[in-house]
Nanobody, 126 residues
Framework: QVQLVESGGGLVQAGGSLRLSCAAS????????MGWFRQAPGKEREFVSA????????IYADSVKGRFTCSRDNAENTVYLQMNTLKPEDTAVYYC???????????????????WGQGTQVTVSS
């Protein structure tokens, strides 16, 4: 089992920045690929970013590429999502997720993940 707890969400003006954190506990964090997803009201959950367990591979949704950066600190059992130049359309509940992946893969689809956090709200005002 892996327990995930997100933090860092809040209210920010368009153009601003936030950094989300996802703290993991339980099984060996360092062999888990991590992902970030978001869900806006009335919309389906969508992929945002993912990172391999080594941190050597990251992928992003086109909508956030160049604005968001995913990173991780395996010593601290934490993954981060730095969000810059935020837009109102980034408003959503953001979730982190984990899946055992010693092969250092990255995953875009929510069904590929086994563990989920409770989410943190990000609201971007125009």
């Amino acid at each position: 089992q892996v327990q995930l707890v997100e933090s860092g969400g809040g209210l920010v003006q368009a153009g601003g920045s936030l950094r989300l954190s996802c703290a993991a506990s339980g099984r060996t964090f360092s062999r888990h690929a991590m992902g970030w997803f978001r869900q806006a009201p009335g919309k389906e959950r969508e992929f945002v970013s993912a990172i391999s367990w080594t941190g050597g591979s990251t992928i992003y949704a086109d909508s956030v590429k160049g604005r968001f950066t995913c990173s991780r600190d395996n010593a601290e059992n934490t993954v981060y999502l730095q969000m810059n130049t935020l837009k109102p359309e980034d408003t959503a509940v953001y979730y982190c997720a984990a899946v055992w992946s010693p092969a250092a893969g990255t995953y875009r689809r929510d069904y590929e993940y086994d563990y989920w956090g409770q989410g943190t709200q990000v609201t971007v005002s125009s």
